[in-house]
């Protein structure tokens, strides 16, 4: 198989690269060929787009899930002071 | 000015703030509560080591990250050769292994990609059972990189696991979920 066929079939390494290039740095001969990759290939076009919404919603679900404010029981919490004060006294 | 200690007060000052800082990290409410309990104890050894430049806040949650990490690192005891190996392995699910094409999962529009945020809440509840569905190191990394916003080399350091192994993570964990979410949504 040419070069440039296998830049062309090799999703697995496009993929690689998309998440590689989302968050660190990727060479400009691995840029050249993941460019070359997705103007082909939908697949990965669709994979591409959908990573970042994915990054975008984990980041947002977190978030939102601090914000929820669990709570700890209060009898948890009263123990919690007491095993404190505790420690503060021995010295 | 200098911030200072109030240990009487912790509790009903950040007792809560850490419980959720743990639990959306690791997602065991008793290993959570847990780890604020150790943190507080923790912290009271270092208590003279503060120098008053972080708030108290600050100073008890970056004592309760550094247990969360050892935590992660306890369930995936560093992460073994024949885990990546296993990883690879199961990208077969996905990709042709002579040309990398892809052969399963092919990537199929959710219908969410070109909107800006306004998912619905179904989505939101699909998205967090298959984040679910990740090893515990993946999920590890894969939270440390995103919510935490560490830079790559720190989650090496310390999860112990090479430069390469970790984008080899990073890449299977996105595979696995963007593929449960296809399976589940469309």
């Known amino acids: 198989m040419s070069y440039l066929k296998r830049v062309i079939y090799n999703?697995?390494?496009?993929?690689?690269?998309i998440e590689?290039?989302?968050?660190?740095?990727?060479?400009f001969r691995e840029a050249i060929e993941l460019r070359i990759h997705l103007y082909g290939c939908s697949f990965c076009r669709i994979y591409k787009k959908q990573s970042r919404v994915i990054n975008e919603m984990v980041q947002e679900l977190f978030?939102?899930?601090m914000q929820r404010n669990a709570k700890l029981d209060d009898g948890f919490k009263k123990e919690l002071q007491d095993r404190i004060e505790e420690e503060l006294n021995k010295n | 000015m200098d911030h200072q200690l109030h240990p009487h007060k912790w509790v009903t000052a950040h007792a809560d703030y850490l419980y959720n800082f743990a639990?959306?990290?690791i997602n065991d409410d008793e290993l959570a509560k847990d780890l604020v309990q150790e943190t507080f104890l923790a912290a009271l050894q270092k208590v003279e080591g503060f120098a008053g430049?972080?708030?108290?806040?600050?100073?008890?949650?970056?004592?309760?990250k550094n247990k969360i990490i050892d935590t992660y690192r306890k369930k995936s005891s560093g992460l073994r050769t024949s885990d990546i190996r296993e990883a690879e392995d199961e990208q077969s699910d996905f990709f042709n292994a002579d040309d990398g094409h892809w052969i399963n999962n092919c990537p199929k529009e959710f219908g969410i990609e070109d909107k800006d945020a306004l998912v619905s809440k179904e989505f939101e509840r699909i998205m967090q059972r298959c984040l679910q569905k990740l090893p515990a190191l993946w999920m590890s990394v894969f939270t440390m990189k995103h919510i935490d916003e560490e830079p790559t080399e720190t989650?090496?350091?310390e999860l112990r696991v090479t430069q390469a192994n970790f984008w080899v993570i990073i890449?299977?964990?996105?595979?696995n979920l963007r593929a449960c979410l296809q399976k589940n949504w469309i």
Do not use: Y
Not at chain 2, 53 to 64: G, P
């Open chain 1, 11 to 17: 999703c697995k390494q496009a993929t690689f690269l």
């Open chain 1, 20 to 27: 590689k290039k989302s968050m660190g740095k990727i060479s």
């Open chain 1, 63 to 65: 978030r939102s899930s």
């Open chain 2, 23 to 25: 639990i959306t990290r």
């Open chain 2, 53 to 64: 430049k972080s708030s108290e806040r600050t100073w008890l949650t970056a004592i309760l």
């Open chain 2, 155 to 157: 989650i090496c350091t």
């Open chain 2, 171 to 175: 890449h299977r964990a996105k595979l």
